[in-house]
T-cell receptor, first 116, second 110 residues
Framework: EAQVTQNPRYLITVTGKKLTVTCSQNMNHEYMSWYRQDPGLGLRQIYYSMNVEVTDKGDVPEGYKVSRKEKRNFPLILESPSPNQTSLYFC???????????????FGPGTRLTVL | QKEVEQDPGPLSVPEGAIVSLNCTYSNSAFQYFMWYRQYSRKGPELLMYTYSSGNKEDGRFTAQVDKSSKYISLFIRDSQPSDSATYLCAAFVGFQKLVFGTGTRLLVSP
């Protein structure tokens, strides 16, 4: 079954304590991306990756890091979390093939992060 | 100004009604337009996408893009209670930035 998995699903942490949210896909997709979803603001892109070792900033990259060392994994790293990073985070995986890029998209189940 | 604007709703309709969901966008470089459905506590799922201007139909759903007015629409025919969800429009430039609207919450009552 094609899927995007995220861990953890829920996390409560404190300001400044480094954390990593993992994202993994089993579809051999080239393109992966991270979004945060906040009330009234919708989904905003944090970072995206078009392939292994290729990453770029989205609209709200401040305070986040990513890495893409393997095709299937795209972890989101918060080096020093702050309360304004409390949000619902989604990882997504898209096929990199031109003909299927726009109809082969999968989002993970979300990670609800609270930073106290 | 947000690059993709969407009325947050909620939009309440009776079962069987035709639903019209709309977005506007400001960036002329957007080429691909998507509609997603998001149920509560779930990730978005892609419903449809269109390229440039025109219509695309899939079952009860029709997506429409008018690039001259920068207007994106999704029509749902014969709406069902199971269609109750938040609908997100999004626009894409190439393989890069994906920009979402804030989402419209739809409630279809039996």
């Amino acid at each position: 079954e094609a899927q995007v998995t995220q861990n953890p699903r829920y996390l409560i942490t404190v300001t400044g304590k480094k954390l990593t949210v993992t994202c993994s896909q089993n579809m051999n997709h080239e393109y992966m991306s991270w979004y945060r979803q906040d009330p009234g603001l919708g989904l905003r892109q944090i970072y995206y990756s078009m392939n292994v070792e290729v990453t770029d900033k989205g609209d709200v990259p401040e305070g986040y890091k990513v890495s893409r060392k393997e095709k299937r994994n795209f972890p989101l790293i918060l080096e020093s979390p702050s309360p304004n990073q409390t949000s619902l985070y989604f990882c997504a995986s898209f096929s990199g093939r031109a003909l299927s890029f726009y109809n082969e998209q999968f989002f993970g189940p979300g990670t609800r992060l609270t930073v106290l | 100004q947000k690059e993709v604007e969407q009325d947050p709703g909620p939009l309440s309709v009776p079962e069987g009604a035709i639903v019209s969901l709309n977005c506007t966008y400001s960036n002329s470089a957007f080429q691909y337009f998507m509609w997603y459905r998001q149920y509560s506590r779930k990730g978005p799922e892609l419903l449809m996408y269109t390229y440039s201007s025109g219509n695309k139909e899939d079952g009860r759903f029709t997506a429409q893009v008018d690039k001259s007015s920068k207007y994106i629409s999704l029509f749902i025919r014969d709406s069902q209670p199971s269609d109750s969800a938040t609908y997100l429009c999004a626009a894409f430039v190439g393989f890069q930035k994906l920009v979402f609207g804030t989402g419209t919450r739809l409630l279809v009552s039996p």
